[in-house]
């Protein structure tokens, strides 16, 4: 993992910004989704969003005023961004499927095996942006093992962001017992991340 390595730049910039500014983008007015480019900009901007501003703060929330100092041990920096990284690839995975699961469901949309393809995109993307290759290989893996048992017609409504939520609760580098006290709060708290981008999607979407 070690050229997988974080520096204080690379955090703050790449990552730490997404947290930072959450709630000022939020203003930011959108426009409509109308075509899978612009599903698939969403989907990925959206997952990276939730990953990085949920990790982050469960780590800010748990160190409190150490939290900045832990940036300059390298192997908690491995954690994270080994933990960034898994976090954001079963992240896609969610709203990939909940988007084209809500699409057929409300706009009878029947080309879900577009889903797939954006999927696949959005990873082979991010391996401009140091995606583990490991990582991205793992996750396509999965997704085809959901594709699988996929109920489209009803995915949507039936806890479509738990995986991620679980996701965030194995991968945050934080003592387990620590975890375990914190298990309901964690995932509560992606959850309410994914309610904010779904109430969104709802607004935005107009195939």
Do not use: C
């Not at 959850?191 to 969104?200: A, S």
């Amino acid at each position: 993992m070690g050229k997988y390595k974080l520096t204080w730049k690379d955090l703050s910039w790449n990552d730490f910004k997404v947290y930072l500014f959450a709630m000022f983008k939020a203003f930011i007015p959108k426009g409509k989704i109308g075509n899978l480019d612009e599903l698939e900009n969403f989907i990925q901007t959206k997952s990276a969003w939730v990953s990085q501003v949920t990790l982050y703060g469960y780590l800010k929330t748990r160190m409190g005023t150490r939290y900045v100092l832990h940036f300059d041990n390298d192997e908690f920096m491995k954690s994270v961004n080994l933990a960034k990284w898994n976090i954001y690839a079963v992240a896609i995975q969610d709203l990939t499927l909940f988007t084209f699961s809500y699409l057929k469901a409300n706009f009878n949309y029947q080309e879900t095996i577009k889903a797939n393809e954006i999927f696949h995109k959005i990873l082979d993307d991010e391996t401009t942006n140091g995606m583990p290759p490991e990582i991205i290989k793992e996750a396509k893996k999965n997704f085809t093992e959901r594709l699988e048992i996929i109920n489209w017609d009803i995915y949507h409504s039936d806890i479509p962001f738990n995986p991620s939520a679980l996701s965030l609760f194995k991968w945050a580098p934080i003592a387990d017992e620590l975890k375990t006290l914190d298990r309901k709060i964690v995932l509560n708290s992606v959850i309410l991340k994914w309610d904010v981008v779904k109430k969104e999607f709802k607004e935005r979407i107009k195939f």
